[in-house]
């Protein structure tokens, strides 16, 4: 499958020279990369400084982008790769549980949203207790709304090892949240 003309010729301008370009590249993924890195459980701090190390080795690697596959997996991959060397390095610093997953609001009272948010902080904390594995195919499939097959090409695992940790990742979240008396929400484990 192969991305939008407009992104492949984006690429290949970029690739070309116009060197300018790759503005646009960041501009889009930004977000998506800051928040992939974070919910592998970086600071805010280390998030930046790794999001900008994974820009710098998305640019210096464009040129070798095959247009094969979806480029925002292969940007993932990318980022993905870029967090687990500097975990490996140990240089990280715990990340702090005062930022969560932020979704849209559909809810009107302020009650609501009040709850909405606190649900989403004590979700985001108990997904922070999950094996990386666990959580990086969670996170990837219901923050980034990757299909199966994207998050097999950015983690490495296949089909299987990708439901297999999906379903574990689930039950286990589930438990976590049961044991410490909260109330499992099945709206944020959908698909």
Same mark, same amino acid.
């Given at each position: 499958?192969?991305?939008?003309?407009?992104? %492949?010729?984006?690429?290949? !301008?970029?690739?070309?020279?116009?060197?300018?370009?790759?503005?646009?590249?960041?501009?889009?993924?930004?977000?998506?990369?800051?928040?992939?890195?974070?919910?592998?459980?970086?600071?805010?701090?280390?998030?930046?400084?790794?999001?900008?190390?994974?820009?710098?080795?998305? +640019?210096?690697?464009?040129?070798? +982008?095959?247009?094969?596959?979806?480029?925002?997996?292969?940007?993932? !991959?990318?980022?993905?790769?870029?967090?687990?060397?500097?975990?490996?390095?140990? !240089?990280?610093?715990?990340? %702090?549980?005062?930022?969560?997953?932020?979704?849209?609001?559909?809810?009107?009272?302020?009650?609501?949203?009040?709850?909405?948010?606190?649900?989403?902080?004590?979700?985001?904390?108990?997904?922070?207790?999950?094996?990386?594995?666990?959580?990086?195919?969670?996170?990837?499939? +219901?923050?980034?709304?990757?299909?199966?097959?994207?998050?097999?090409?950015?983690?490495?695992?296949?089909?299987?090892?990708?439901?297999?940790?999906?379903?574990?990742?689930?039950? %286990?979240?589930?438990?976590?949240?049961?044991?410490?008396?909260?109330?499992?929400?099945?709206?944020?484990?959908?698909?």
């Amino acid at each position: 499958m192969t991305e939008p003309s407009a992104e %492949s010729e984006i690429i290949r !301008r970029i690739v070309e020279g116009e060197k300018q370009l790759f503005a646009v590249i960041v501009d889009r993924y930004k977000v998506k990369v800051y928040g992939i890195i974070r919910s592998m459980g970086l600071n805010h701090q280390d998030s930046q400084d790794i999001a900008q190390e994974a820009f710098v080795k998305i +640019y210096r690697s464009l040129a070798n +982008y095959q247009d094969e596959g979806h480029f925002s997996a292969w940007v993932y !991959r990318i980022v993905v790769h870029a967090v687990k060397d500097l975990q490996r390095r140990n !240089r990280i610093r715990s990340a %702090s549980n005062d930022e969560g997953i932020h979704e849209p609001s559909h809810q009107h009272t302020p009650e609501q949203l009040v709850l909405q948010k606190e649900m989403q902080r004590e979700i985001y904390r108990q997904l922070q207790e999950l094996p990386l594995k666990y959580r990086l195919v969670l996170l990837l499939k +219901y923050t980034n709304d990757l299909t199966y097959e994207e998050i097999c090409e950015i983690t490495g695992l296949n089909a299987d090892q990708v439901r297999n940790a999906m379903h574990r990742g689930k039950r %286990s979240l589930k438990k976590q949240i049961e044991n410490k008396g909260g109330i499992w929400f099945e709206t944020y484990t959908k698909g």
